[in-house]
């Protein structure tokens, strides 16, 4: 078995002895890993935004899907501009913060051995900072987007709105030319439906 860099001590002595048998099982063994991290990460960033809800005086409901998560509060008509932007930006503060801890904890165990704990912890901070820098992207549905047209209703009211989708579909298109370019193909599906959204705003707006 030839290991790729950053799969040394993987898969562990005990489970490498078992033959074909261990194989099967360290494969689910990496199956449970990426769904607890995915779990870990996406209820973290979802709690930020219901904990930021909780702080204003909103319940709030947390739905997680495949795709990520979807936090609710509880609010008769339209959140204020402000509390709107603090409990978005709740959800990447909180992302921000679990990055944080995942690489204390990367540096705590650098000397040690491979293994996986080792692993883990350096994947879960891998991840977030992965995930925390698309959600931050200024593009709808993404936690950036919705700061960046609330950022951009505060300063110039409708043309705000306006640019914000501007630049969201300009930051789409880019994405889309990309994915396809390098065979990213879930990428070019996910931005031309961001794009599409955003292309739609332009046009109601206008």
């Not at 409901?61 to 204020?80: C, D, E, I, Q």
Request: positive net charge.
């Amino acid at each position: 078995i030839r290991l790729t860099p950053g799969l040394e001590g993987w898969p562990p002595p005990a489970l490498a002895s078992l033959g074909q048998l261990g194989v099967l099982l360290s494969g689910l063994l990496v199956v449970l890993t990426w769904t607890t991290i995915v779990f870990v990460s996406v209820l973290t960033h979802e709690m930020g935004h219901a904990l930021a809800a909780r702080a204003y005086g909103y319940s709030a409901v947390v739905r997680l899907s495949w795709l990520g998560g979807h936090t609710t509060p509880a609010v008769k008509g339209r959140l204020p501009s402000n509390r709107d932007i603090g409990i978005t930006a709740a959800g990447p503060g909180a992302s921000l913060l679990l990055t944080a801890l995942a690489g204390c904890a990367v540096l705590l165990l650098r000397e040690l051995p491979p293994s996986g704990l080792t692993h883990f912890v350096r994947y879960l901070f891998m991840a977030n900072v992965l995930w925390t820098a698309l959600n931050l992207l200024p593009v709808m549905p993404l936690d950036g987007g919705r700061l960046a047209m609330q950022f951009g209703r505060k300063l110039l009211g409708r043309n705000g709105v306006l640019a914000s989708q501007v630049l969201a579909f300009t930051i789409c298109a880019a994405l889309v030319v990309l994915g396809w370019k390098t065979g990213q193909f879930f990428l070019v599906l996910i931005f031309a439906m961001f794009g599409f959204q955003a292309l739609s705003l332009v046009q109601a707006i206008l």
